[in-house]
């Protein structure tokens, strides 16, 4: 079944979403760093936020791919 969403609707949505999911994984993935990362060496630090940061970029790249497909025509 196609999805009639109209573009405005799905940027808006879309739009929502990132931002909601942004705060959230970077809320999650500071309180990891706080807890296990103090002690560590700076090199240590630099690889968990650059990993981390790599995990963000997936769903967001989807959410993004998502937001700017064109809409799909009806029949």
């Given at each position: 079944m196609?999805?009639?969403m109209p573009q405005r609707l799905k940027k808006?949505?879309?739009?929502v979403a990132l931002v909601l999911f942004s705060i959230a994984y970077f809320w999650f993935a500071i309180t990891v760093a706080i807890m296990r990362l103090p002690g560590l060496a700076t090199p240590w630090?630099?690889?968990?936020?650059?990993?981390?940061?790599?995990i963000w970029l997936v769903p967001s790249?989807?959410?993004?791919y998502w937001i700017q497909a064109p809409p799909r025509q009806r029949g």
């Amino acid at each position: 079944m196609a999805c009639l969403m109209p573009q405005r609707l799905k940027k808006l949505i879309g739009s929502v979403a990132l931002v909601l999911f942004s705060i959230a994984y970077f809320w999650f993935a500071i309180t990891v760093a706080i807890m296990r990362l103090p002690g560590l060496a700076t090199p240590w630090h630099l690889l968990f936020y650059f990993v981390a940061t790599l995990i963000w970029l997936v769903p967001s790249g989807a959410i993004i791919y998502w937001i700017q497909a064109p809409p799909r025509q009806r029949g």
